[in-house]
Every structure is written in C-alpha cells, then in structure tokens.
C-alpha cells in the first residue's frame, strides 16, 4: 500500500545544530508539505512542493529550508536550531484533481522536535 | 489572505447525542475547498470529509456532515450518534483555487472533543 513516512519520529537537539527531517511519500504526488503543529496555532505551513526542483515558502518559513530532487521526497532542514523551532512537524502529499475527485492531503505520522 | 475559526477550544458530549463543531471561514477567492480533518491522542491526521465552494449539496461522509452555508462563511462538522473513538482534535482547512491539485490548506486552531458516557 502507499504510504507517507517521517523519520526520525523523535529528535532532541542542541540549539544551533542543522537538523533535517526526511519526508518520504510512495503515493506518487507531485504536491508535497510540510507543517508544524504547536498549541493554540494548530497546523502552520512551513514550504510547499508543486513537483521536483519546485520550492515555496509558506506561512513560516523562516530558519527551514527544503529541497525536491525526486518525487517521493521532501527533506526539511532546520539551518541553525532554535528553541522556537520545538513542535510537531507534519509532512504531507496529495495528488492533482481528476474528474472533480477530492484531493485530500494524506499526512505522515509527524517528528516530534525538541531544541534544547 | 485566507483565515479559519474555530471559536470553540473544547467540547463535551454524550454517547449517542449529535455534536457540532463550529468552522467559519475568510477568503476573496470564488472556489474554495474546506476540509475537516480528525487527530486522534495518538497524533495521526485524518481526513473525514471535503466541502467544495460550488457544490450543491452539504458533504456527507457516514455519521459525518458538513453543515454549509456559504453566504455565513460557515462550513460546521456535525457528528451523529457520537461513539468513545470520536474524542479528538478536530481540524477545519481551506483551500482556495482550484488549479494545481493540491493547493496548500490554511488550517484553524481545532476543536478539542471528548465524549462521554
């Protein structure tokens, strides 16, 4: 079956290190996400992929950075770490519209981060 | 720019009884999607249902409604005859456009729903 797979699921780093989180989708989509959960803000759009070598700031983007070499991955990289940067961080993909077919996003199980 | 509410922080409801959750919405775009999303304690995301701006008719998914009046900007879930497996956080997301396939979601702040006995 397809699936959409996040590792690690738990990371605790060091204020200051680069951290990257993979995101790797076997559903074939061209649009992939990545969010970040925190409380009292729900989910908050980090970049966006609308397919290989494409690259979109989001609503934070701010100390991430992403790349798409390939379809079915979307690495996030967190350049200098920072306590802000704690959370839950969520990939996601979805595919295009066919025929009026809903295209949900379909979310892997998230990356617990914590920036010490 | 694009805006989802979710006034209610948390709800309580009992077994059995019909629930709604609250989702108002602000956007200048003419087609738009709204989607509700389940996440369970465990923390995975679940899609449950999907409202488009010109659909005719309110979206329904098994015990899953969406309560649509656009005029309101109001797309609410209502959950019928709620089991002990509905306690989550409940997520309302917009998307606006309707080119590309697959436009990013502006997501509100969730609704925390505990059912009782």
């Known amino acids: 079956d397809a699936e959409i797979t996040q590792s690690p699921r738990h990371k605790i780093t060091e204020t200051g290190r680069q951290v990257t989180l993979a995101c790797h989708q076997t559903?074939?989509?061209?649009?992939m996400f990545w969010y970040r959960q925190d409380l009292g803000h729900g989910l908050r759009l980090i970049h966006y992929s609308y397919g290989v070598q494409d690259t979109n700031k989001g609503e934070v983007s701010d100390g991430y950075s992403v790349s798409r070499s390939n379809t079915e991955d979307l690495p996030l990289t967190l350049e200098s770490a920072a306590s802000s940067q704690t959370s839950v961080y969520f990939c996601?993909?979805?595919?295009?519209?066919?025929?009026?077919?809903?295209?949900?996003?379909?979310f892997g199980p998230g990356t617990r981060l914590t920036v010490l | 720019a694009q805006k989802i509410t979710q006034t209610q922080p948390g709800m309580f409801v009992q077994e059995k009884e019909a629930v709604t959750l609250d989702c108002t919405y602000d956007?200048?775009?003419?087609?738009?999607?709204l989607f509700w999303y389940k996440q369970p304690s465990s923390g995975e995301m679940i899609f449950l249902i999907y409202?488009?701006?010109?659909?005719?008719q309110n979206a329904t998914e098994g015990r899953y409604s969406l309560n649509f009046q656009k005029a309101r900007k109001s797309a609410n879930l209502v959950i019928s005859a709620s089991q002990l497996g509905d306690s989550a956080m409940y997520f309302c997301a917009m998307r606006t456009g309707l080119t590309g396939g697959g436009n990013k979601l502006t997501f509100g702040t969730g609704t925390q729903l505990k059912v009782e006995l």
């Open positions: 409202q488009g701006s010109y659909d005719q």
């Open positions: 996601a993909s979805s595919g295009r519209l066919a025929g009026g077919r809903v295209n949900e996003q379909f």
């Open positions: 559903w074939n989509h061209n649009n």
């Open positions: 956007t200048s775009d003419p087609s738009y999607g």
